[in-house]
């Protein structure tokens, strides 16, 4: 099972190369999961790009609605609030992330995020998480002797 955040999704959505490589990473049947917060998220990052990058409204909709298709079940942040709000003080991290970290610790899955903090604290605390994604070729290594 994969939990989806709203920086993996809207990559995914966009076709940016990381998010072409994430979604190379599911697998066909594999359930995409995530809290409704992932709603609100999408929404202000298109609105962002409309404003930063000239989206149109209807694009952004479309992109919007295309990512929210990516999840196949949303989980209510009411659910998470209280475990969420208690390990972003104790962990000092965003409690925008820990609401999709709380969610894959819950349900043992892997978080997609392209966001670098929050790999880092998923790989402090024990939680599955994808840390690096490429579809671009490595670098050729220099021989040495």
């Not at 919007?64 to 962990?91: G, K």
């Not at 995020?113 to 670098?139: F, N, Q, W, Y």
């Amino acid at each position: 099972m994969i939990v989806l955040d709203a920086c993996a999704i809207v990559d995914m959505v966009r076709q940016t190369p990381d998010g072409l490589a994430l979604q190379q990473l599911m697998l066909n049947d594999e359930p995409a999961i995530s809290c409704d917060l992932i709603r609100a998220e999408t929404a202000s990052a298109f609105r962002k790009l409309a404003r930063t990058e000239g989206l149109s409204a209807s694009q952004a909709e479309r992109y919007c609605s295309e990512a929210i298709a990516l999840v196949d079940e949303f989980y209510p942040m009411a659910e998470l609030q209280t475990e969420a709000l208690r390990e972003s003080i104790r962990l000092d991290h965003s409690t925008y992330d820990l609401f999709y970290f709380i969610l894959a610790r819950r349900t043992g899955a892997t978080l997609f995020t392209l966001d670098r903090k929050l790999m880092a604290l998923c790989a402090a605390h024990g939680v599955d998480c994808v840390a690096e994604v490429s579809l671009r070729p490595e670098p050729s290594g220099h021989a040495t002797s």
